[in-house]
């Protein structure tokens, strides 16, 4: 097996003057004589073939002025561009003789203006013509159609499209924005075509990948037929399609020892003519496909190399009317492979750092908000940046009993990883809190000692309201929050009067809470400072366009019909312009339906053995009223039993509240705080079975802890 030379060094471009490629040979350089006079010297480090020579490398490397600096003159020759072979402006004899009679060279470019020798004697006038025109054919040996990208035959040229390619493919931060760098930067200046195949699927950091090595190719680009004539490009030499559209195969499995195997080992790029990358391209391409790679050093089989191991391959093609591949090429793709492989490397830690951070701020956030009754909710959560999709705030809503609604929002400092967990541990304490049915002022203590013991720098912002819809009121407390804003049925939005208090984490303070109206119809704006405060405007000049915000969107639907919940949230985002955002936003949005008196139907009870009897009368005198006699058979048995229970080990009066909403729910409470447990009865047991009977019966049921006891709660479906 012909294994390619890796040191990567220059190879001498001495060659055949037929060469294909229209490479110019390298043609010694004579001692010059002692005393003699220095040549005109042109790229530094090039020494100018001797005087007179007419071989291919005296037009290549010859370079103008040499007989003007012989006589005196008066016109200095135009500097070259940088990266454009400088053209020769006449012979460096005494004679005048012009270059031009060996193989590969072109015209005589016209000399410049001013006293000059003329043409040798007997020698035809050749004809003048500028050499701009001639500079691919110059380059590669052979004419090049226009539209068709030239060869790079310096080193310059070469550093500069490494310079410029590894820029684009560093531009990316994600796996497909990498890949198309790639793409896009190689086709057409370097290759006609490109094939990227990376491995399924892609080991994260440190990971072991587990089973065989699979290549899926990515993504490929190619030169198309046709340029784009509008946009200045001039239709490609080639008048049917390429073969090079052919090549490629979706999906290969690297065989361990395999051709393809011992390749992408190999690490360093390979022309596809020797036998080990010929051997491999049927694995890599597909063994059943129609392929065709061009013959000879047309192609360059590259493979990607991250941190630790191979991740990939990329292969380069040229068409038979392009010149070849050389030696110097394969540094090219080296480069554009390396940085190609640490990019993507990094892009895919970058995806699994941000899902990462995504799942984190997902769970403990409500993935959706419950189902209460006499309220609708919506919210919105937006991170500070695409960057940075963690944040330290949170909303939520949590059912309390007596079919109440308790709304918190709240805010962490900073928008960190830090931030997020401070937030998740607050959200779960006052969950906690809610469920054992504390007043709000009582909530927000325990979240100012919850956030002591987390450390002495951990502050914290929040809103705790409570919302009762059966008495159409609300109780709010405030710990250094910006104050909600309630928008009444008739369009008039106002900013509620809640004591600010102190923020959480601070320690030491005490929290006041204030109740409220919560009018049926009404919404009430729960948010973050991030939506109202920015650099360009300060946070009590953000509530009042909140408020003016919220009235014109409420005029828009008129005072009888509240704007859409899920809408409202919508356009009090678009409030925030282009450069308006630069923390966190979180909203939560409550519309009050409420429960009408007249859907409430609410008893006391004695513990006294007749109380049983006694709820199951009021119960069927209150569905006869509702004209739900369907399901009074169901509702006395079920508050029977329930009721049953608790008069058993009560020592107060028994509650009993029968709620008709969309559906029918039935709450008996007691002050006993022990919770009742659904177990199975034994078949000698007397007791043990209400529990059964609710759970097979009813639509859903609960027992809630109270502050003074218990209510055991269950709901049937009307109709």
């Given amino acids: 097996m012909t294994e390619h030379p890796t040191s990567f060094d220059r190879p001498p471009t001495g060659g055949d003057p037929t060469d294909p490629r229209g490479a110019f040979p390298r043609t010694p350089v004579p001692p010059r004589a002692p005393g003699a006079a220095l040549p005109a010297q042109g790229r530094t480090g090039e020494t100018p073939p001797a005087a007179g020579g007419d071989s291919p490398e005296a037009f290549e490397h010859s370079q103008p002025g040499a007989e003007q600096a012989a006589e005196p003159a008066t016109h200095r020759p135009r500097p070259t561009p940088e990266g454009v072979p400088v053209q020769p402006g006449g012979a460096q004899t005494g004679t005048g003789a012009l270059p031009g009679a060996g193989a590969g060279a072109g015209p ?79 086709v057409p200046t370097f290759a006609d075509a490109i094939l990227v195949y990376l491995r399924e699927p892609l080991p994260v950091g440190d990971e072991r990948p587990t089973g065989p090595l699979v290549l899926r190719l990515r993504r490929t680009d190619r030169i198309p037929v046709e340029r784009d004539t509008e946009g200045g490009f001039t239709p490609a030499a080639q008048p049917e399609p390429s073969d090079l559209e052919a090549v490629g195969s979706e999906l290969c499995e690297v065989r361990p020892g395999s051709a393809l195997a011992e390749v992408l080992r190999g690490v360093r790029p390979v022309f596809t003519d020797t036998p080990a990358a010929r051997a491999a391209l049927p694995e890599l391409l597909g063994d059943g496909e129609d392929f065709a790679v061009p013959d000879g050093r047309r192609a360059i089989l590259a493979p990607l190399r991250g941190r630790r191991r191979v991740i990939g391959a990329a292969l380069f093609l040229r068409g ?85 609604v308790a709304l918190v929002v709240g805010d962490v400092m900073g928008h960190s990883m830090t931030s997020a967990a401070i937030m998740g541990q607050l959200r779960t304490t006052a969950q906690t809190l809610a469920g054992l049915d504390l007043p709000p002022q009582e909530v927000l203590h325990h979240l100012d000692e919850q956030a002591q013991r987390l450390g002495t720098d951990r502050m914290a912002t ?183 229970n608790a008069v058993r080990y009560a020592t107060k009066p028994v509650t009993l509240r029968l709620l008709r909403t969309d559906v029918l729910r039935c709450e008996v409470g007691d002050d006993v705080p022990q919770l009742p447990r659904l177990r199975q009865a034994r078949a000698t047991d007397e007791g043990g079975r209400g529990l059964y009977l609710v759970n097979r019966l009813a639509r859903r049921w609960g027992a809630t802890r109270l502050s003074t006891g218990k209510v055991v709660w269950f709901e049937l479906n009307r109709g």
């Fill in 462 to 644: 929040c809103l705790y309201a409570v919302y009762d819809p059966v008495s159409h009121r609300i109780t709010v407390a405030n710990a250094g929050h910006p104050p909600p804003v309630l928008l009444h049925m008739d369009g008039h939005a106002e900013v509620l009067r809640v004591p600010a208090g102190a923020p959480i984490g601070v320690g030491g303070v005490d929290f006041e809470a204030v109740e409220l109206d919560a009018p049926a119809g009404a919404t009430l704006l729960l948010y973050t400072d991030g939506l109202v405060e920015s650099r360009l405007r300060d946070v009590w000049t953000g509530i009042e366009q909140l408020r003016e915000r919220l009235a014109a969107t409420a005029q828009l639907t008129g005072p009888d019909h509240p704007p859409p919940l899920e809408a409202l949230c919508d356009e009090v985002l678009d409030m925030l312009g282009p450069g308006d955002r630069d923390d966190d936003i979180a909203l939560l949005a409550a519309r009050f339906d409420g429960i009408a008196p007249s859907d409430v139907a609410y008893w006391f009870l004695e513990p006294e053995d007749t109380a049983p009897g006694r709820a199951r009368r009021l119960a069927r005198r209150a569905l006869a009223r509702w004209g739900m006699e369907d399901l009074t058979d169901s509702v006395e048995l079920l508050v029977s039993e329930v009721v049953t």
């Fill in 320 to 404: 038979p009317e392009r010149v070849a591949f050389e030696a110097d090429d394969l540094l090219v793709a080296a480069q554009l492979a390396t940085h190609s492989a640490l990019g993507i490397d990094k892009a895919v830690l970058y995806g699994r750092e941000a899902y990462i951070a995504d799942e984190l701020q997902r769970t403990m956030l409500p993935e959706n908000l419950p189902r209460c009754t006499g309220v609708r909710l919506a919210s919105r959560y937006l991170p500070a940046a695409e960057t940075a999709r963690v944040g330290g705030d949170w909303y939520d809503a949590i059912p309390l009993p007596g079919s109440r």
């Fill in 108 to 186: 005589a470019p016209h000399p410049g203006p001013g006293p000059g020798p003329g043409p040798a004697p007997g020698t035809p006038a050749e004809p003048q013509h500028r050499a701009a025109p001639l500079e691919p054919e110059r380059r590669t040996g052979r004419p090049t159609a226009p539209g068709r990208p030239t060869p790079m035959r310096r080193d310059g040229d070469r550093l500069r499209f490494v310079g410029a390619a590894t820029r684009r493919i560093a531009r990316g931060m994600d796996l497909d924005e990498i890949v198309m760098g790639l793409c896009r930067a190689t």
